[in-house]
């Protein structure tokens, strides 16, 4: 079983960066493709973004195409999502997850799910 931690949240303003890490304990995250989600308050968690296992396939919802990163360093077992150019709409709480096999923005196929980092872009 993988355990998922995720960091990096915090409070800023629109404009601003951030970058989220998700760093796995327990099992090695490089044979399980990574996805970030997000879920704002009275709304369904949405995917944001996700990569393979090797880091050669990425995919990006089309809100954040152009502003956000998926990158992985396999190595130090961490997945990171650089968010530019953050909006209003950006604010929720943001979870990382894995799944065997190809990347997908599927949040139903995603398996082990950390506990999630607030992210909140005042205006």
């Known amino acids: 079983q993988v355990q998922l931690v995720e960091s990096g949240g915090g409070l800023v303003q629109t404009g601003d960066s951030l970058r989220l890490s998700c760093a796995a304990r327990?099992?090695?995250?490089?044979?399980?493709?990574v996805g970030w989600f997000r879920q704002a308050p009275g709304k369904e968690r949405e995917s944001v973004a996700a990569?393979?296992?090797?880091?050669?396939?990425?995919g990006y919802v089309d809100s954040v195409k152009g502003r956000f990163t998926i990158s992985r360093d396999n190595a130090k077992n961490t997945v990171y999502l650089q968010m530019n150019s953050l909006k209003p709409e950006d604010t929720a709480v943001y979870y990382c997850a894995t799944k065997i096999g190809r990347a997908t923005l599927n949040v139903y196929e995603y398996n082990y799910w950390g506990q999630g980092t607030q992210v909140t872009v005042s205006s």
């Open positions: 327990g099992r090695t995250l490089s044979t399980y493709a």
């Open positions: 990569i393979g296992w090797s880091g050669g396939s990425s």
